[in-house]
């Protein structure tokens, strides 16, 4: 368990923000996706998961579920997607699904709960309401469903292709959780974006959701798109506060052309530069706190009484491939393309494009195709960076105790890579701890970088997004 975090506010600092927004890794897990490896198979996943069911008290089991498809491109979106406005290709990807979900609860104990179930994709709500309340059936078939007043199941949702009622079936069937994508509400930037969605389709789904007595509604933005302007960008915020969604996660756009195809359809004169960029984060850090969230950690806000804030106060966050989490003490499984899990010591990610995925359930395998266990050296780095990123402060003489390891000889390098940051006070060092300041909060991504032996020099090059 992480300690509890400090009860201290973030400080948001533009001056020294911006000398440190440089490219870099947004630890949702360590070692970062880029360094899985093609050895890594379906044999190695299956030996992890065995040897997670021997463990002397079961963990619990977090589910991520993704579904692919689109019916139209968001420019912006650097996600696995396949945009089609043909809904009779879900069957097909149902079909394969319920294969790997079989094949892959069979593996773990049945004294093992489901705790937390994430739908992601791709758009999940593609699925009709029949198919989605099919799927999380046929989950609960296969895995021993938590019934702890805690379990958290949750489903991103686009608000422009479903409405009240469709909420309201999948909170029967056990969502308590939605994520909504937002991104922005002004009318030039939607188009810029090729998303156009309104405050009131928005607002519909929320109160169909509310209504259905889901408990916390998640909406998502995005600052540094196109056309936008500080401005257009404050009147999003009030639009988006005035709704009072339970937690509000503002991304940084991370412009990769080279990368995701439909980014090359945003004219990169419309961007805005790197001072207007920060101004729009630092207004969105401004106008949150002044409507009474806090600030979780990387792009993540919520309200006090939201379960991720309680989390965070009472040391259970964690973050991984969803960004900041509940359940810390969960093995990770991912279902569908493209997927992430992290079982035990190793991660492990399914097949990327559709026609593998297909190929190997078709095969009878599993659609493991790359991942990588972590030797000694990446779990002592991992928990250092875990316990930066979610609680804020390293505890030394724990971490000592837990690894069998000097921490000062050990991460000598590390520490000394912390001393620019410490002198520019967003750490505080101790031989005792490692502590963020409320000023280095905002650049946790900076901070957690001077424990990864992956990048700097002599490392693999790796093109990350901007830090801030």
């Known amino acids: 368990m992480n300690p509890a975090r400090p009860p201290t506010a973030a400080c948001f600092d533009p001056a020294l ?19 899985f490896r093609a050895d890594f198979g379906e044999a190695d996943l299956r030996r992890a998961i065995l040897a997670s069911n021997e463990d002397p008290i079961p963990r619990d089991v977090s589910a991520y579920v993704h579904v692919p498809f689109c019916l139209s491109p968001c420019f ?35 004294d093992r709960r489901l705790a937390q179930l994430h739908f992601g994709g791709g758009t999940p709500n593609f699925l009709d309401a029949d198919q989605l309340v099919e799927l999380i059936d046929t989950l609960g078939r296969h895995f021993a469903f938590s019934q702890r007043a805690d379990r958290e199941f949750g489903v991103e949702i686009d608000p422009r292709h479903c409405d009240a009622g469709y909420v309201r079936r999948i909170a029967a069937a056990g969502i308590n959780r939605l994520s909504i994508g937002v991104q922005d509400f002004d009318a030039d930037v939607q188009h810029a974006i090729n998303r156009v969605q309104s405050v009131e389709s928005t607002r519909a789904v929320m109160e169909g959701a509310r209504d259905a007595g889901i408990r916390s509604i998640n909406l998502d933005l995005i600052y540094g798109l196109p056309k936008q302007t500080e401005a257009s960008f404050a009147r999003t915020l009030e639009q988006v506060i005035a709704l009072r969604p339970e937690r509000i996660a503002a991304y940084g756009y991370a412009h990769l052309p080279e990368r995701f195809r439909a980014q090359r359809r945003i004219d990169r004169f419309d961007l805005p530069d790197a001072g207007a960029r920060l101004g729009l984060l630092q207004l969105a850090v401004e106008r949150l706190d002044a409507a009474g969230y806090r600030y979780i950690g990387v792009d993540h806000f919520a309200l006090p009484h939201d379960d991720l804030a309680r989390a965070a106060e009472a040391g259970t966050l964690q973050r991984n491939f969803q960004g900041y989490s509940t ?20 991660f492990s990610q399914n097949a990327r494009d559709l026609p593998d995925y297909y190929a190997a359930l078709d095969d009878g395998r599993l659609p493991t195709v790359r991942g990588l266990r972590l030797d000694r050296d990446d779990r002592l780095r991992a928990d250092a960076i875990q316990q930066l990123m979610c609680a804020g402060v390293l505890d030394v003489p724990a971490f000592e105790a837990r690894h069998l390891v000097r921490f000062a000889e050990y991460f000598r390098h590390s520490l000394e890579r912390l001393q620019a940051l410490a ?29 990864d032996a992956y990048v700097g020099a002599g490392a693999q090059r790796v093109r990350y997004s901007r830090a801030v």
């Not at 097909?92 to 094949?103: N, S, V």
């Not at 359940?327 to 190793?346: E, P």
């Not at 002198?423 to 424990?451: H, Y």
């Open 17 to 35: 923000v911006a000398r440190y927004d440089v490219d870099g890794p947004r630890y949702t897990s360590y070692p970062t996706a880029p360094h």
């Open 76 to 110: 912006y979106c650097g996600c696995a997607r396949i945009v089609t406005r043909d809904r009779s290709r879900a069957g097909g990807y149902l079909a394969r699904l319920y294969r790997e979900i079989e094949a892959v609860a069979a593996l773990f104990a049945r």
């Open 423 to 451: 002198a520019d006070g967003l750490v505080q060092c101790t031989p005792e701890r490692i502590a963020v300041t409320p000023r280095g909060q905002f650049l946790l991504r900076n901070i957690a970088m001077c424990f």
């Open 327 to 346: 359940h810390a003490a969960c093995d990770l499984v991912g279902f569908g393309m493209s997927a992430i899990s992290r079982v035990g010591d190793t």
